[in-house]
Every structure is written in C-alpha cells, then in structure tokens.
C-alpha cells in the first residue's frame, strides 16, 4: 500500500509495471487457463461462506459472545470469511481466466495485499486463542487478568494491526495461473526475483506458526495430564481426544501451507507440492467451520437453531432434529 501510496498507482510503481506487453501478450506469454479448478474453488469458497454467516451469528450471540475465548474464534471467523473471499472465490475466478499478474493487476495486488495481511493476522489470532484455551485449563485463575472484560478487545487489536503492518509495508503476493499460485514475484522481469523478497513474511511463517504448533502440543500435553485417571469410555476422555486431533487437524494444515508457502518463493519445487500450498492455504481457512461443526455442540446446535431445525436431547442423550 505504501507503494502506492509513493508512486500514485500500481502501474505506476516500476517494479509492477507491465507496460512491456499489452494485456493479450501477456496472455500468450504465461495464461493457463483452469476452468474446472476455478470453478471448484469458486463454488467451495461460496458454500463455505455461506455456512460460516449462521456460525458468526451464533458467536456473536450475548451468552457465547461474552466469552473471551469466542470473542477470539468471533475474530478469527471474520478474517477466514474474508481469506476464503480470496484464495477461493478470487483465485478460482483467475483461475477460470488463465489470470496473470498483468492481465488484471489492479485486482491482483490488491487481492494479494489482502491475502497476505489476512493470513498474517489469522496467525497470531491463533497463538491468541490456543493462548486462551491454554492459561484456561492450566491456569484458570488469571485468565481474566489477560483476557478479562475490556482488555480482551486491547489483545485483538495486536493481530489487527499486525496485519495492517503487512498490508501497508510488505509485498504482497500475487497470483499466476500458470502455477495456480500467489508468488511476491510478480513474473515481469527476470532476474530480479530477490527485489520482491519479502522477509517479515518469512519471519511470521517460520517463527508464528512454529510458536503455534508448539503452544497446541503443550495444550494437548497439559489436557491429557490432566486426564489421565479419567475412564478412558467418559465424555471428557472423547471430548479430549476430539479436542487433540482438532488442534492436530489445524496446525498440520497451516504448517505445511507456512512452509510450502516460503520455499516455492524462493527455491524451485516441483508443481504439484506449490499446487499443494495453495489447497492447504484455502482448507486452513475454510476447514474450521467444518471443525466447529463436527466438535462444538454449541456452535452445531445454534447453526441449526438459526437454520429453523429445532435441536433436542432424548432420554439417551443423542441429539434428535
């Protein structure tokens, strides 16, 4: 943004000028169009906003909301919602195009600046909310000290701005569909690939989501500690073990979509690990609302409320609709 900001507009700033070739030559050049692909994206990214609308309307609900930890998750469904606006909706539309960075660079950086301030932020809103779950299990007594009535809303002004940070002074990334990815590199000039280096990216990568897988296995660790003398056929022996393959589910996907992320900008990796970084970027957004579904009964049971499907427990205790 600060480039834009400098020059007056994107064309103008010179290492994304793409006035070598017209539009079409550009097209020629490196286009791949995937119509199928796009089409999947696109259509996957629709379904899962569309989920995720019922489920924020549940958090922000008063009896969820005034928990600290859905104020956290209320946050953090925001930022997928938008995420999923552009590694799903955005990327499978160019991808449908056979977009490259030059054929509609407006669109793409600002897509990219989005994309990567958005993913940034959802990082450390993670290490906040694991944070969160985390002083609640081993140290219940001074959670509301951190995350206690206003000061709540102090905290997720860290990942807000954080993002911002990256948005404003950072490169962002943008999209080829020749790779059917989102490089820093936008592909016009060659051999200037190390100008578009973007190493507060690759601090947040490494450093934030390492942080984060490590704080999940200390959350697990502690949790199973802590039931350990429970009857291995008891509900909070289930709901730990869901709770341990949840927190596994998401820091698997992120992690590999951090690294993948990191090394295809940099180092030459064959197509079909860069086209895994792309999917893993869009599941670790959109895979949550499936995970909340599937493991939180408050969030299931208000999303079906909202829906019109009214929720009751028979005498065994299954749910019935």
Not at 49 to 72: D, G, N, R, T, W
Not at 218 to 245: G, H, M, P, Y
Not at 293 to 312: A, D, E, P, S
């Amino acid at each position: 943004m600060n480039q834009i900001i400098k020059y007056g507009s994107i064309s103008s700033i010179p290492l994304y000028n793409c006035s070598a070739h017209q539009p079409e030559n550009w097209y020629q050049k490196d286009s791949v169009p995937r119509p199928i692909l796009g089409l999947t994206e696109g259509i996957c990214g629709i379904i899962i906003e569309i989920l995720y609308f019922p489920m924020l309307a549940v958090m922000l609900e008063k009896e969820q909301f005034s928990m600290s930890c859905y104020k956290i998750m209320t946050l953090l469904a925001i930022v997928d919602i938008l995420s999923i606006l552009c590694n799903c909706i955005i990327t499978g539309w160019l991808a449908y195009q056979g977009a490259v960075y030059c054929t509609f660079p407006n669109l793409i950086y600002i897509s990219g600046m989005a994309g990567m301030g958005l993913w940034c932020c959802s990082c450390v809103i993670a290490v906040i909310l694991i944070t969160n779950r985390l002083l609640d299990l081993i140290l219940p007594n001074h959670v509301s000290f951190i995350f206690g009535g206003k000061r709540i809303f102090f905290v997720l002004m860290i990942p807000i701005l954080y993002g911002l940070y990256f948005v404003f002074f950072n490169t962002p990334i943008l999209f080829t569909s020749k790779y059917h990815a989102w490089f820093v590199d936008p592909m016009i000039f060659e051999g200037k690939e190390t100008e578009y280096a973007n190493i507060p990216h690759i601090f947040n990568n490494f450093l934030v989501v390492a942080s984060t897988t490590f704080l999940y296995a200390v959350f697990c660790w502690a949790l199973c500690s802590k039931l350990k003398n429970t009857d291995i056929r008891s509900e909070s022996r289930s709901a730990s073990t869901q709770i341990f393959f949840q927190s596994a589910m998401i820091c698997a996907v992120n992690m590999l979509a951090a690294i993948i992320y990191v090394i295809m900008n940099y180092i030459v990796i064959p197509y079909w690990m860069i086209l895994l970084g792309t999917f893993m970027w869009q599941l670790g957004n959109g895979a949550p609302v499936f995970i909340y579904l599937k493991f939180n009964k408050t969030l299931r049971n208000g999303v079906l409320r909202k829906i019109g499907l009214k929720v009751r427990l028979t005498i065994g205790g299954r749910l019935r609709i």
